[in-house]
């Protein structure tokens, strides 16, 4: 196991609505990445946050928000949710000084009818 | 522009028998390499990494790849396939720069079918 976990596993929601998704990452891995992934696809990059600030973006949309707090816990935000969010979202911690190497939670399944 | 590209949607091996799972990539400069694994359901489980060094990586579960600069390829190998390495094989690549750049690009990911 990875140390990483996220929550809830799995979420329907409507379009238009607000989701907040959840991630726990281990002690000292304090780089945290967001990632989509569609059925089928290979994951995308969101976003990532390094001591709690955005270290950079993806090609998402400014809906698509997040927090890292100091005890190594994150959020995804997304707002005004569209059919097109339904996806795998996974959450990714990296180690201080080794942040290339990621380790990946089991994904929260967002489905919006 | 940064990408990665796995040529085969699936590779079908018989157990036992050598497996190898293809991956290409295009980035500026010297990249990181990475590959992951994926099961039903489940999230991406890390595999190996090339960072520098040997161009023969040894990872884990039996699992090795091999670094081509020329060919611009990061092939995934194992000697002999088990029925239980059937999942969803991703290719990933970074650039050593950090923000937007430095996080992992994927592929489309390979599914590998493993039979008694």
């Known amino acids: 196991e990875t140390g990483v976990t996220q929550s809830p596993t799995h979420l329907i929601k409507t379009r238009g609505q607000q989701v907040t998704l959840r991630c726990s990452s281990q002690?000292?891995?304090?780089?945290v990445s967001w990632y989509q992934q569609a059925l089928g696809q290979g994951p995308q990059f969101i976003f990532q946050?390094?001591?709690?600030?955005?270290?950079g973006r993806g090609n998402f949309p400014p809906r698509f928000s997040g927090l890292q707090f100091p005890n190594y816990s994150s959020e995804l935000n997304v707002n005004a949710l569209e059919l097109d969010d339904s996806a795998l979202y996974l959450c990714?911690?990296?180690?201080?000084?080794?942040?290339?190497?990621?380790?990946f939670g089991p994904g929260t399944r967002l489905l919006v009818l | 522009a940064q990408s990665v590209a796995q040529p085969e949607d699936q590779v079908n091996v018989a157990e036992g028998n050598p497996l190898t799972v293809k991956c290409t990539y295009s980035?500026?400069?010297?990249?990181?390499l990475f590959w992951y694994v994926q099961y039903p359901n489940r999230g991406l489980q890390f595999l190996l990494k090339?960072?520098?060094?040997?161009?023969l990586v040894k990872g884990s579960y039996g699992f090795e790849a091999e670094f081509n600069k020329s060919q611009t390829s990061f092939h995934l190998k194992k000697p002999s396939a088990l029925v239980s390495d059937s999942a969803l094989y991703f290719c990933?690549?970074?650039?050593?720069?950090?923000?937007?750049?430095?996080?992992?690009?994927f592929g489309k990911g390979t599914k590998l079918s493993v039979k008694p």
């Open positions: 990714a911690s990296s180690l201080e000084g080794q942040p290339k190497t990621q380790y």
């Open positions: 002690s000292g891995h304090n780089t």
């Open positions: 946050y390094y001591r709690e600030e955005e270290n």
């Open positions: 980035v500026s400069g010297n990249p990181y």
């Open positions: 090339y960072i520098t060094g040997d161009n």
């Open positions: 990933a690549v970074s650039s050593r720069y950090g923000g937007s750049q430095g996080n992992l690009i």
